[in-house]
């Protein structure tokens, strides 16, 4: 069974950083893109930014500039740093490894449990 555990999320206040970290372990083949995806309280997820296994990106327009995903394909891990924080990135972020090939498997998508980001003064 794949799994994907979140770590690195927590209060900060605005134009702080954090850093999220994804790992995802299991009988994993491949991986062909991993990101994040965030809810703010009474709205829809929505993708922050997402990165391929060649390294192509795409990113919220609302956070360019100030996010960077990094991905370390050997280790099944997806970073997420988080500069110039603003109230509104205030939400849970979730991460997702997309199109995932298992042993038993293939082309499935997963989900971590989510990471809360808070940004307050």
């Known amino acids: 069974q794949v799994q994907l555990v979140e770590s690195g999320g927590g209060a900060v206040q605005p134009g702080g950083s954090l850093r999220l970290s994804c790992a995802a372990s299991?009988?994993?083949?491949?991986?062909?893109?991993m990101g994040w995806y965030r809810q703010a309280p009474g709205k829809q997820r929505e993708l922050v930014a997402v990165?391929?296994?060649?390294?192509?990106?795409n990113y919220a327009d609302s956070v360019k500039g100030r996010f960077t995903i990094s991905r370390d394909n050997a280790k099944n891990t997806v970073f997420l740093q988080m500069n110039s924080l603003k109230p509104e990135d205030t939400a849970v972020y979730y991460c997702n490894a997309h199109e995932v090939v298992t042993i038993s498997t293939g082309g499935l998508d997963f989900w971590g449990k989510g990471a809360l980001v808070t940004v307050s003064s």
């Open positions: 299991g009988p994993i083949f491949s991986i062909y893109a």
């Open positions: 990165m391929t296994g060649s390294g192509s990106t």
